[in-house]
């Protein structure tokens, strides 16, 4: 019996040694585990100070100056969900720092003196200032806004203001956000003159042609194009606000409506996944809400698009809310020529004009300068 308690006490021995290895694994694996997450935590303030400096050493600008392309909204066929930008015509806008901790507009340029000056009433400065909130920051600065757009001429103007102010104070911080994620403080400003729909915000700021059914980087969708089309754009010198061409469309449609409007948004995707330029102008030609109602505010529209197309044009739509006018042409030579036709006879009826030939601009908003 003395032999078998010995040997109970022996395993009871042993199993406590065990017990107690255990206990000290267990407390070593907890202190490591410890020490493990406080150091991670050391390294991931380390690389957020590191990124910090980085930025603020790489941030030595006083001034930054953005571009933003015109665009189309709608593109005919799809109103409020399709925009693109176009080439060369666009606005600038200038952010420089600022010693008071609010934002100042500056100077104004090309507007006629028609915009606020008021940095809560223009689309710039709302903008900017939506952006900083977005991003915390406090500082101060100075805006100066170079409008190479007419207002109201559905070439995507208040956009334009927008998405450059927006580019340019996130390039003069350092580009704390990437490009695409700039779209909720750019609609801030466009949402002063027409509504939460980034038909003309998404284009401007990431180029193409887009879709679009939101207001977050999520819901664009950048979709095909091919090499060889072109645009020829005329602009009559009458203002059509936004507002007003939007109060004259029809709060409902009817199933048989809807049906061929959805239709031709179908061969509108059909024709541009072909690159079949000719189809793609019967599409966009295809809408049956929106043109109509709008049509009594563009002078001449129909008989300006049996104009364009005697002159080689495949097609002819209004460019957003107008009353700028846009011809697609299968070619530079035919825009060219289809653009001094659109103005010849505007001018013959009467009305004064700007027309170009562009093509899509696939760049979207950039920074020209800083110093």
């Known amino acids: 019996m003395l032999h078998i308690q010995q040997a109970t006490t022996g395993c009871t021995g042993i199993n406590d040694r065990i017990e107690g290895v255990f206990f000290l694994a267990i407390h070593t694996l907890q202190f490591a585990r410890h020490w493990c997450n406080l150091f991670g935590c050391l390294i991931s303030i380390a690389l957020r100070i590191t990124v910090l400096a980085i930025n603020s050493s790489a941030n030595t600008y006083q001034k930054v100056q953005a571009f933003a392309p015109a665009t189309m909204a709608n593109m005919g066929i799809g109103f409020d969900i399709m925009g693109l930008a176009f080439q060369s015509l666009g606005d600038i806008v200038e952010v420089a720092r600022h010693d008071e901790a609010d934002v100042v507009i500056v100077d104004i340029a090309g507007d ?64 704390p956000l990437r490009k695409e994620d700039l779209l909720p403080a750019c609609m801030e400003g466009e949402a002063l003159v027409s509504g939460y729909h980034a038909d003309n915000i998404a284009p401007c700021l990431l180029g193409g042609l887009l879709l679009v059914d939101g207001i977050t980087p999520d819901c664009v969708l950048r979709l095909p194009i091919y090499n060889g089309i072109h645009f020829a ?90 009353p700028t006018l846009c011809a697609i042409c299968a070619s530079d030579d035919v825009a060219e020529k289809v653009a001094i036709a659109m103005s010849d006879f505007y001018r013959t009826n009467g009305l004064e004009a700007m027309s170009f030939a562009t093509q899509i601009d696939t760049e979207g908003a950039r920074v020209i300068s800083a110093e």
């Open 112 to 175: 006629g003196g028609k915009l606020p000056r008021d940095a809560h009433k223009n689309t710039a400065t709302v903008a900017i200032m939506a952006y900083l909130k977005e991003i915390g920051c406090t500082d101060g600065f100075a805006v100066t806004i170079k409008k190479g757009l007419p207002l109201g001429s559905g070439l995507g103007s208040s956009a334009a203001s927008a998405v450059a102010g927006v580019v340019a104070v996130n390039a003069l911080l350092g580009s």
């Open 233 to 322: 754009l005329v602009t009559p010198n009458i203002s059509v606000l936004t507002s007003e061409a939007r109060s004259v469309l029809p709060q409902s449609i009817s199933l048989k409506t809807m049906i061929k409007q959805t239709a031709g948004i179908a061969r509108f995707m059909d024709a541009l996944h072909r690159g079949d330029w000719s189809a793609l102008a019967r599409a966009m030609e295809a809408d049956e809400v929106i043109e109509p109602a709008r049509a009594h505010l563009m002078p001449y529209l129909y008989e300006l698009r049996q104009h364009a197309k005697a002159h080689g044009a495949l097609g002819l739509v209004i460019s957003g809310a107008g």
